[in-house]
């Protein structure tokens, strides 16, 4: 199923990925290799070629600076979600992917916590469905029971991992999902989004997300939008070929990465986790959930499948 989404593998699980289980082979496309560097436990890789998108580098073609929003959303809306005024809001572009935005700053560092919580507390439970439920069909308290084991969560329209294909119909997404997507849609510029499908990643710090392309959504002109949360990752995005150029980048905690047109269809994967952040104990989440975000990653990709 190579190139299709998939599900995020740990390699402590002997069901793991194929990939870097196999030697090198001088047969590999540039990204298999880049993915492969990077995943290496021992002796684990140089990261000093990773980009760090919170500075400019002329030579790379990376440009951050305050953003310079296309839409000015309500204050008290923005005060709601967690958001930092926009003023604060810092934009990464890179000059031969136009197309791929990078976030950064833009929420309060106090509601990293409040996201992880929501990942774990609530969006796991029924009728929202994980990858305990594939054999648990009726599990319930998913963190308290099955924290370890958590790899995903679909939300709104269910991507079936099986067939590659979102249902017609879903549940409406939590409302923070939608307004989150539209609102950054509408302040880059990209138009409204009516955000209908999230998928939320979990990744311990052995796990990966392999090479892939998300193609399932049929309305392919809305962005893709990422939001990352707890311990950092290093993340690749090649091209629509796999011999085509790969860039390896740092997502951090808070960090937003956006795929709009041309970008909406390159590969991308997660080779390794970073942990680069301490948590400390905050009011109104559990020390279990602390822990949690101070050992592993949550990533929530928020997608329109259709139009409304
Ligand atoms: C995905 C995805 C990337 C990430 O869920 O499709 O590519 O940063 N996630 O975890
Ligand atoms: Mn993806």
């Known amino acids: 199923m190579q190139g299709e989404r998939h599900q995020n593998k740990n390699e402590d699980d002997p069901s793991g990925d194929a990939y870097g289980s196999r030697s090198e082979s ?50 008290g809306l923005l005060t709601s979600l967690g958001f930092r005024s926009l003023d604060k809001w810092r934009l990464t572009t890179i000059a031969h992917r136009e197309g791929l935005y990078i976030l950064s700053d833009i929420f309060e560092p106090s509601c990293y916590l409040k996201w992880i919580n929501r990942s774990l507390k609530i969006y796991p439970e029924p009728p929202n469905k994980t990858n305990i439920h594939i054999h648990v069909p009726d599990a319930h308290n998913i963190f308290e029971n099955y924290a370890n084991k958590l790899r995903w969560t679909t939300l709104g329209r269910h991507y079936n991992w099986t067939t590659k294909l979102y249902p017609q119909e879903g549940a409406a997404l939590p409302e923070e999902l939608t307004a989150v997507a539209d609102l950054i849609s509408r302040v880059l510029g990209l138009g409204g989004m009516s955000a209908d499908a999230t998928i939320v990643n979990y990744y311990p710090p052995k796990s990966t997300l392999s090479p892939h392309v998300d193609r399932s959504e049929r309305l392919l002109s809305r962005p893709l939008i990422s939001l990352s949360f707890g311990q950092s990752a290093v993340y690749l995005t090649g091209g629509t070929d796999l011999d085509d150029p790969v860039d390896a980048i740092f997502l951090h905690s808070g960090d937003v990465l956006v795929m709009h047109a041309d970008q909406r269809l390159v590969y991308h994967a997660v080779p390794r986790i970073v942990k680069t952040q301490t948590f400390a104990p905050s009011s109104g989440v559990s020390k279990e959930i602390v822990d949690y975000a101070n050992l592993n990653r949550v990533n929530i990709t928020i997608r329109q499948v259709d139009p409304h």
């Open 26 to 75: 001088p047969s590999d496309s540039v990204f298999k290799r880049a993915f492969k560097f990077y995943k290496k436990r021992s002796p684990p890789p140089d990261l000093s070629d990773v980009f760090d998108l919170r500075k400019s580098d002329a030579a790379k073609g990376i440009v951050c600076s305050p953003l310079r929003a296309s839409e000015i959303p309500d204050q």
